[in-house]
């Protein structure tokens, strides 16, 4: 299969690249920094450089293409001195440019990387992108497969696991959703088979991981694995450090407001989890064999351990109490 990733450099698109490579598939990959994306030619990936701002570039890496992946997004990858890469640019008007010259190119598969639940929060401006690129694929009249996705494993570090190791604030929401994160490489499973499997074709199909997990869930988690013996500090995310924050981030970022506001689609107290019986029958991937969050920290501690002693770092001493 001839496969063409557009944001093949993101969290996901790698894995998508890696995926389909390892199981002899041809990845073609559009990149804006041919530079930056080196590790992907050396993997075997063929690089075309492209934008989806940038029209002009869509036919050459579109010819002799059977699957085109999107997964690209303004959100993975925000520069604050290009005011153009933005989600409306990008995520929006991008998107729907390149289904177009999809559509002038042939009868192409077009697999989309969509959000979980993105029909229920149409206020949301992420989510109602998302929900707009899905109808419009559709309109389109190209063979499609929708995949939905849940939260990443990998974004649990950034949100939790390093504000405990470095004894700082972690912000909840005041009805927090428990999440079924999902790690990458098991989403890049499905991009794959999604490629292969006529039962995927025409199909919204919603990815998650094997269990949904409350913040303080989370939390207990890595305090137990990252003992730093001290109890992690958890506030409640108010109304009015919500407007503070989008006021900051107006000033130094617009494009900021809209992952703020994202993630009030987090905060609705539902479980944010999909039917993986669905997934498991249309895409042929075993839920019992995508990797849980337990064993995912917990690598991920050993890892940062081992590493911190190769620094020589030294876990702060517990005074007893006798």
Known sequence: MKILVVGATGNLGRQIVRKALDEGHTVRCMVRNREK???LEQWGAQLFAGDLREVDS??????????????????????????????????????????????????????????????QFPKDKM???????????????????????????QGVISEFALPILEKKPIRVARTPSPI???????????FVAAATRPQA????????????????????????LAKVNQVPKVSI?????????????????????????????????????ANMEEAEALLG????????????????????????RKKNYQEPKVRSSF
């Open 37 to 39: 994306a080196q590790y």
């Open 58 to 119: 869509f036919p050459p890496m579109l010819n002799d293409i059977e699957v085109v992946v999107l997964a690209a997004s303004a959100l993975a990858n925000r520069n604050t001195k290009d005011k153009t890469n933005s989600i409306a640019n990008v995520d929006d008007a991008g998107t729907r440019l390149f289904i177009d010259a999809i559509k002038a190119a042939g009868n192409l598969h077009v697999i989309y990387a969509s959000m979980l639940n993105s029909d």
């Open 127 to 153: 989510m109602g992108i998302k929900c707009g690129i899905e109808n419009y694929l559709k309109a389109s009249g190209l063979p499609y497969t929708i995949l939905r996705l849940a939260g990443f494993l």
């Open 180 to 190: 079924a994160y999902i790690s990458t490489l098991d989403a890049a499973r499905y």
């Open 201 to 224: 074709l025409n199909r919204t199909i919603g990815i998650s991981g094997p269990a949904a997990w409350s913040p303080q869930e989370v939390i207990s988690l890595c305090d137990e």
């Open 237 to 273: 995310l108010t109304e009015g450090q919500k407007k503070f924050n989008e006021l900051l981030a107006k000033m130094l970022d617009p494009n900021l407001i809209d992952l703020l506001r994202f993630s009030e689609v987090f905060a609705t107290g539902i479980p944010y989890e």
């Open 285 to 308: 991937i075993p839920t019992d064999s995508l990797e849980g969050l337990d064993p995912f920290m917990r690598e991920y501690f050993v890892v940062m351990k081992r590493s911190l």
